[in-house]
């Protein structure tokens, strides 16, 4: 990716962006809706703030906080302000997006100091140096501009570490290790019984990515897999590669095998022809495994 070679945060900005905007929703519905209307650019934003800010909340990433923005409202934390305001003004899908725009923008530009690339690659140095999680280094930090879940941040670091620069051994290694949790992955989680018979039950949400559930246990899985198998590339520990996998057994898209549109979660699942049949639990999928917790 010539972005990352070049540190160009700009172009790293509106890629991120793109991905960002790709949850809610269908992926037709976003990729629509993008197409009708654009997406938020890093010239865009840079340009409505060139005037300076209209609002206290735009001063800086530290400042942006508790916008309330609402597009179908048109309402704000700041309502006398909100018609000088230019985040208003990007023709997003829905206000939250907007606030997403402008935390992100306001991040890189303040905390990264225009330079993602190389607060990456400070941010895993540290972890490494202190030998800390590097997965932890990244998505922490970034978990605190609105509207990025754990679940769409390791999916969309994922790509860009993996992907980035092959010379950046340490990008890859933590690339390789962001597990998405979105909730085909947790439902085949419980459905198996593999949360069951670890003592890991939750609902759907950020406890997902705690220690000892979702995430870690298939961290675990994929220290017994040699990924090196599928791909002499990969490497051998490739946890991501474990997760997308569970994923595409799942998806209607993909291997759609065990979902809520192909089995009905009031009863066990009945689908004698599915592979795993024999060793799955085939537990049913109860309304407080699937609720999304705070």
Same mark, same amino acid.
């Given at each position: 990716m010539r972005a990352v070679k070049?540190?160009?945060?700009?172009?790293?900005?509106?890629?991120l962006m793109n991905c960002f905007s790709y949850q809610g929703v269908s992926d037709a519905v976003v990729t629509s809706?993008?197409?009708?209307? *654009?997406?938020a650019t890093a010239g865009q934003i840079v340009q409505d703030l060139s005037v *300076?800010?209209?609002?206290d909340k735009l001063q800086s990433y530290w400042h942006f906080n508790?916008?309330?923005y609402r597009k179908a409202k048109g309402s704000c934390a700041m309502p006398s302000l909100t018609r000088r305001c230019p985040l208003p003004r990007l023709d997003l899908r829905n206000g939250s997006l907007n606030q997403t725009a402008y935390g992100l923008y306001l991040f890189m530009r303040d905390v990264t100091d225009n330079d993602l690339v190389a607060w990456i690659d400070q941010r895993l140095a540290q972890a490494e140096a202190n030998d800390t999680s590097g997965v932890h280094a990244l998505i922490e930090p970034l978990a605190h501009v609105h509207g990025l879940s754990f679940k769409v941040l390791n999916m969309t670091l994922a790509m860009l570490l993996l992907a980035g620069d092959p010379k950046r051994d340490t990008w890859k290694t933590t690339g390789a290790q962001m597990v998405a949790i979105d909730t085909l992955v947790h439902n085949w989680l419980h459905r198996t019984g593999i949360l069951r018979g670890l003592d890991a039950e939750h609902?759907? *949400?950020? *406890?997902c990515q705690r220690e000892g559930s979702c995430a870690d246990i298939l961290r675990a899985a994929a220290e017994r897999i040699d990924a090196r198998a599928y791909n002499g590339d990969y490497p051998r520990v490739f946890p991501r590669f474990v997760q997308f996998a569970v994923w595409r057994f799942?998806?209607?898209q993909e291997f759609d095998q065990c979902n809520g549109v192909r089995i009905n979660d009031?009863?066990?699942c009945r689908q004698h022809e599915c592979i795993?049949?024999?060793?799955?639990?085939r537990l049913k999928l109860g309304r407080s495994t699937t609720a999304t917790t705070a």
């Open positions: 070049d540190h160009d945060n700009e172009v790293l900005f509106d890629w809706f993008i197409n009708a209307h *654009g997406n *300076g800010p209209q609002c508790s916008c309330g609902a759907y *949400g950020t *406890g799942c998806a209607q009031v009863r066990r795993l049949f024999d060793d799955c639990a």
